[in-house]
């Protein structure tokens, strides 16, 4: 595949993620080596799922590919696994569902980034097939699409070089779409055994998630809030298509609340995964994790974002069993106490 030269904005996305902000989350990144981390201790109450690729992104597309795509170069591979921020560890709820998502960055070339999902067909909402169908440009900037063969949905997406608030040229719109194309061409390729997955049976102890209103109450109490808000007062949010795989399959909710006063404004987010499992080590070493105590939980983590002093600058992660709650914003060790009370009647 020939790259014709366009010119590249420097453009912040976090592929299959959040939308757009001013502050978003570090993203883990995880050097082209074979074999990549894996995400997630898998729970020791459920059967393990089968994960395409055996959950290595670093082998998800052939040498040969990449560098074709990357203009030469060894783009760096990510496995989104980081265990904080706006969508902690991707990796490991989505393993839970017998899939693999993963993201491709190069500075130096022309395509900067791309994503890949792979995921069964059964845990992708119908709504998400049916939009993703074709190729084309939407949310901020992406443009993809998704297929599917042998039971296994592929999806593909890769941002804009230039305008981000435009729609691309249709020499652009060549460019992007042929990578979109030798992307998940390439995943379906290998054999089947290669990009196959199944996901593993919700185990006893796995949390039901309840609504975000049956959360409500105790979280903004515990926060200090008098007339809490549900939502959250900036674009940084989890959204797109391997959240609503996730949500969909209800191993994941967020449930954020706000309330702005005249001297001052409170916030709390949770994040609560499913089944997910223990963080490994690795994941707590690379995010700074700081061992705290929180009642309910069987291990808590505190984590200080020191170059800022906004409402997301402390997180809590607790852990329970197979599940966590990671909680953001305003008193997160008392609202992380207070909705765990809640998860456990």
Known sequence: MTHRPLAIAVIAVSFLLAGCAATPAPAETIATVSPSPTATTAPTSAAAPKVPFGGDCSTVLPADVAADIFDGGSPTISAMSYVRGVMPDVSGSIAQLGGLACTWGSEGSQIRYLG??????????????????????????????????????????????????EAPSEEEARLLESVVDQSISSVFARPQAEFAGFATKPAEDWWSLPPCEALEPAATQAAGMTTPEPGFPGDNVPEGPTWDVLEGA????????????????????????????????????????????????????????????????????????????????????????????????
């Open 116 to 165: 890949i999902v792979v995921v069964p067909l059964e845990a992708v909402p119908a709504e998400l097939l049916a939009a993703r169908n074709t190729f084309g440009c939407y949310g901020w900037s992406i443009c993809g699409r998704g297929e599917v063969r042998s039971g296994m949905w592929v999806l593909a997406e890769t941002p804009q070089l230039q305008q981000p608030d």
């Open 250 to 345: 209800g191993i994941v909710r967020w449930c954020p609340w706000y309330e702005i006063m005249d001297q001052a404004s409170l916030i709390t987010e949770l994040h609560l995964l499913s089944g997910v499992g223990v963080p490994s080590d690795e994941q707590l070493r690379v995010a700074d994790a700081e061992p705290t105590v929180i009642p309910g939980a069987d291990a808590a983590y505190r984590f200080v974002e020191e170059h800022s002093d906004g409402d997301r600058s402390t997180e809590i992660l607790a852990v329970v069993g197979p599940n966590r709650l990671l909680v953001r914003g305003d008193q997160s060790e008392a609202v992380a106490a207070a909705v765990i009370a809640v998860l456990a009647r």
